[in-house]
């Protein structure tokens, strides 16, 4: 019988949905005759446990250290579980926070780590992990021996396969002596000032990446965006840069989109931005870029230049083409 353990991600509240992709993931690799335990660290949690149902036990930590998110806290309770219940396979997303937590509670607990996971199957003792590489343009697959350690990359399983109500099994654990004597504390939570845009309800995106060449461009995409009816967004490259406002950034460390049509130009569909809008309805890529792992989800794409493309279709438009 195999046994998987996974971290429950908290953020603002609530559980991620990312957490719901790990519990089908941890389903779909110990099968009817495996378990899954799910692993929830926080501050009066329990009215979380009933949409667990996927797991068939719940272990719960609370404390007043976890009520907001510390690296330090949660790794405790994380290699403590671990090590009492001694799982096979311990499955954690690979977003910061599970950059936070995964390496060091596999070093912690002395077992492989396997990240960037897009697909895990069982072979044997071992787990086949695939894992991207560069940016998404490469995929590696390789066995790890168990018990072993895996990040799984959001948006690689089904979130709704693991969003099941129910009533599993609880197991209160008591709380690490550590979370009294940490190292670390929260001074202040910030969140970035949205404006009055928010890109997560929008019909329709117009997404540019690093491709755009600068910030001088950006206005052309906006007079683009407003013609199609649809809210100017960007990649982190462009976030960080300065060229949008943090508000209208997709991806990982971002906004999660789902629109009617998303259309991108010049992004590359880097793991971490793929997260953010992979399940819009209709996808447009515009990258000159053949192996650009945008076009692995694009419904349709083309590898012409954007700074002619993107000029006609204005034109178009301007002209009353559809």
């Known amino acids: 019988m195999t046994r998987a353990m996974v971290y429950v991600e908290i953020g603002q509240g609530t559980i991620t949905g990312s957490s719901y992709e790990l519990l089908h993931a941890g389903r779909s690799l110990v099968g009817k005759d495996g378990t899954v335990d799910a692993v929830l660290a926080g501050h009066d949690v329990g009215d979380m446990v009933a949409s667990l149902g996927a797991a068939d ?6 404390h007043p250290a976890l009520e907001t998110y510390l690296p330090d806290a949660q790794l405790a309770v994380l290699v403590a579980a671990v090590r009492e219940h001694q799982p096979d396979i311990v499955l954690l997303a690979y977003t910061s926070v599970g950059l936070d937590l995964a390496a060091a509670a596999a070093f912690l607990t002395d077992r492989p780590l396997v990240s960037y996971c897009t697909a895990l199957h069982l072979v044997g003792h071992d787990v086949e992990a695939v894992s991207q590489l560069y940016g998404g343009k490469l995929n590696a697959t390789v066995r790890a021996p168990l018990p072993a350690v895996f990040a799984v990359t959001p ?14 099994e609880v197991e209160v654990m008591p709380a690490p002596e550590s979370l009294s004597d940490l190292r670390m504390r929260v001074v202040e939570s910030m969140v970035p000032d949205s ?57 990982k460390s971002g906004a999660k989109v789902k629109p009617k049509l998303y259309l991108c130009a010049g992004v590359s569909g880097a793991p ?12 447009i890529a515009v990258n000159s870029d053949p192996a650009a792992p ?3 989800v694009a419904h349709y794409g083309t590898t012409s230049d954007l700074f002619d493309l993107l000029p006609a279709l204005e034109e178009r438009l301007k002209s009353g083409g559809t």
């Open 272 to 283: 971490e931005h793929l997260e953010g809008m992979k399940n819009s309805e209709l996808i």
């Open 57 to 62: 036990r719940v272990i719960t930590v609370e």
């Open 155 to 168: 948006g690689s399983y089904d979130e709704d396969a693991g969003r099941i109500a129910g009533s599993p």
């Open 294 to 296: 945008i076009f692995n």
């Open 195 to 251: 404006g009055d845009v928010d890109i997560t309800q929008a019909d329709r995106i117009l997404c540019v990446g690093r491709g755009i060449g600068d910030a001088d461009r950006i206005a052309e995409a906006e007079t683009l965006a407003k013609l199609l009816g649809a809210e100017i967004a960007g990649s982190r490259p462009v976030i960080d840069n300065g060229w949008l406002p943090k508000a209208r950034q997709v991806g």
